[in-house]
T-cell receptor, first 112, second 114 residues
Framework: SQKIEQNSEALNIQEGKTATLTCNYT??????LQWYRQDPGRGPVFLLL?????KEKRKERLKVTFDTTLKQSLFHITASQPADSATYLC???????????FGTGTRLKVLA | DTAVSQTPKYLVTQMGNDKSIKCEQN?????MYWYKQDSKKFLKIMFS???????INETVPNRFSPKSPDKAHLNLHINSLELGDSAVYFC?????????????FGPGTRLTVL
């Protein structure tokens, strides 16, 4: 069956460290993968999109990798800050359709 | 300026009632979506419209009926509400229906069915 899995447990890290979140998928062949941030009581906000032929994408302190062999994307936040605390969702396109399938998200807490 | 807005933000109602949620986007996008996020935070697409045409219709009970009067609006009407309909409903929009298009989400409508 098709699955998208993100760390179900919350991730606590110390301020200044690098946070690494994982997104693993099964039985999908996405051409695109996106990462979103969601704060409590708010809608998801787009962060980064990476294409299947891109190994890595960066935006300021954020970095995303996409390994289609491992069927995995990693999301890194360097020099993390308490303001980075949120839930991070990965989403991939269900190939041949117009839709994105979202993972259940990983809750990140950056401790001051 | 709010890019994607939804009303109401909270909706509490009794089982069996009919209710509507409205969504408007001022981004000039061609595509709009409805998502449902359940208590486990799983975000699942329900419907999508591109230029007022339905392009995604997931396995959703036919008690749910979307209506797109124009490109900037996508409303969701729910008949005969059930306890299991309690969730947060998000509207979103994107420039087009392509998978490389970024989706912009509204603030959500928390629906509670008693």
């Amino acid at each position: 069956s098709q699955k998208i899995e993100q760390n179900s447990e919350a991730l606590n890290i110390q301020e200044g460290k690098t946070a690494t979140l994982t997104c693993n998928y099964t039985n999908y062949s996405p051409a695109y993968l996106q990462w979103y941030r969601q704060d409590p009581g708010r809608g998801p906000v787009f962060l980064l999109l990476i294409r299947e032929n891109e190994k890595e994408k960066r935006k300021e302190r954020l970095k995303v990798t996409f390994d289609t062999t491992l069927k995995q994307s990693l999301f890194h936040i360097t020099a993390s800050q308490p303001a980075d605390s949120a839930t991070y969702l990965c989403a991939l396109d269900a190939s041949g359709t117009y839709k994105y399938i979202f993972g259940t998200g990983t809750r990140l807490k950056v401790l001051a | 300026d709010t890019a994607v807005s939804q009303t109401p933000k909270y909706l509490v109602t009794q089982m069996g009632n009919d209710k509507s949620i409205k969504c408007e986007q001022n981004l000039g996008h061609d595509t709009m979506y409805w998502y449902k996020q359940d208590s486990k935070k799983f975000l699942k697409i329900m419907f999508s419209y591109n230029n007022k045409e339905l392009i995604i219709n997931e396995t959703v009970p036919n008690r749910f009926s979307p209506k797109s009067p124009d490109k900037a609006h996508l409303n969701l009407h729910i008949n005969s509400l059930e306890l299991g309909d309690s969730a947060v409903y998000f509207c979103a929009s994107s420039q087009d229906a392509g998978v490389a298009d970024t989706q912009y989400f509204g603030p959500g409508t928390r629906l509670t069915v008693l």
